[in-house]
């Protein structure tokens, strides 16, 4: 069995870490490369780094990812603005061991299928945005939420184009630390013949405890590590004493 994975998740703004409520009110927490040394020495299983600029800019900050890859002893996972094959290229040689692909899938959805056949299945996660509506998941691709789409039928789609992970970000949850949307992380674990990486709402041991339960592969978070003050060796230590198969160190 795969043991579950702790996943620090790190919004970059310029070159700032950021957090956010909702995709709004961004708060500066941080610099990237101080940021990055901490959660380096702290046990964590993966490390997320999410441009939310290089997009909307057609930019993305390649010298960035060079500086984090310097100190980040865990996979790192990188997206943010990544349109093509070349932007691939780019991030894999400056450091990153995988990739996450949001916009893209609303625009051109074939770079999933180009990248995955050109670096393998497990180089591309592919991020759902998903907000609920009259209480029903949709899957949007910015908050202005035009033609969302069923992330049931997606789902499948984005197995077809070759994604090795799938990241579930609950959009409405993000920054709240009210916890996870537990009851559709089991619905889409159920059908999802890949793992399953859930984000947005994590407040507490419990709901990494729940989300493993649930059928999530891993968790990402990080309002908990900033705001509330727990350490990813304690939320372990917690886990193991849960049953939840968890690497220590």
């Known amino acids: 069995m795969l043991k ?28 990237f490369v101080s940021t990055t040394k901490v959660f380096s020495k702290r046990f964590a299983d993966e490390m997320f780094i999410l441009d939310i600029d290089a ?12 500086e984090i ?10 997206g943010g603005g990544i349109r093509n094959l070349d932007n691939a290229k780019r991030l894999f040689e400056s450091g990153a061991d995988k990739i996450v692909i949001k916009t893209s899938y609303f625009e051109n959805r074939k770079v999933i299928e180009q990248i995955a ?17 009259n209480n029903i998941p949709f899957m949007i691709k910015n908050l202005e939420n035009k033609n969302p789409l069923d992330p049931l039928i997606e789902i499948k789609e984005i197995e077809k184009l070759g994604a090795g992970e799938v990241l579930i970000n609950f959009v409405d949850l993000d920054g709240t630390m009210k916890g ?7 619905i889409i674990t159920k059908i999802s013949n890949v793992p399953v990486i859930t984000m947005g709402g994590c407040g507490s041991k419990e709901d990494f405890l729940k989300a493993f339960n649930a059928g999530a592969e891993a968790v990402a978070a990080g309002s908990i590590f900033f705001w509330i003050g727990e350490t990813i060796i304690s939320i372990k230590e917690y886990l193991k004493n849960n049953k939840i198969s968890i690497r220590m160190k």
């Open 69 to 78: 890859s310097k100190f980040c002893n865990m996979p790192l996972t990188v």
């Open 117 to 133: 056949k050109y670096f393998g299945n497990q180089s591309v996660v592919v991020c759902m945005d998903i907000i609920r509506k």
């Open 4 to 31: 579950k994975r702790i996943i620090p998740a790190l919004l970059i703004k310029g070159s700032s870490i950021v957090k956010s409520i909702q995709f709004d009110e961004h708060r500066i927490v941080g610099d």
């Open 180 to 186: 996870f949307d537990i009851n559709f992380i089991e």
């Open 55 to 66: 997009y909307d800019n057609n930019k993305i900050n390649y010298s960035n990812i060079y």
